[in-house]
C-alpha cells in the first residue's frame, strides 16, 4: 500500500529529502504505536489497534507534508 502511494505521488513530482524523511518517520511512528497500542489497551482486538496505528501514521505524514 505504501509503495503504491509513492509511486502516485513520484507521477507529479520528483522525491526529495525531505519526501524521504517525512516517509520514514511516518512509518517510523506506525511501528512504535503498531507495537506499543496493543500492550496499553489490552481489551481491543489486533486488528482494529492495527487500523489506528496506521491511520495515526498517515494523518502525521500528511501533517509533516503540509506543515513543512
Same mark, same amino acid.
Given at each position: 500500500? =505504501? !509503495?503504491t502511494i509513492m509511486m502516485?505521488?513520484?507521477?507529479?513530482?520528483?522525491?526529495?529529502?525531505? @519526501?524521504? %524523511? *517525512? %516517509?520514514?518517520? !511516518?512509518?517510523? =511512528?506506525?511501528? %512504535? =504505536? +503498531?507495537?506499543? $497500542?496493543? +500492550? *496499553?489497551?489490552?481489551?481491543?482486538?489486533?486488528?482494529? $489497534? @492495527?487500523?489506528?496505528? $496506521?491511520? *495515526?501514521? *498517515?494523518? !502525521?505524514?500528511? !501533517?509533516l507534508v503540509f506543515a513543512?
Open positions: 500500500m =505504501l !509503495a502516485r505521488y513520484h507521477r507529479y513530482r520528483s522525491w526529495t529529502v525531505k @519526501d524521504f %524523511v *517525512i %516517509v520514514g518517520c !511516518a512509518a517510523v =511512528l506506525y511501528l %512504535v =504505536l +503498531k507495537f506499543t $497500542l496493543p +500492550k *496499553i489497551f489490552k481489551e481491543m482486538e489486533a486488528k482494529m $489497534l @492495527d487500523r489506528i496505528s $496506521l491511520g *495515526i501514521a *498517515i494523518v !502525521a505524514m500528511l !501533517a513543512i
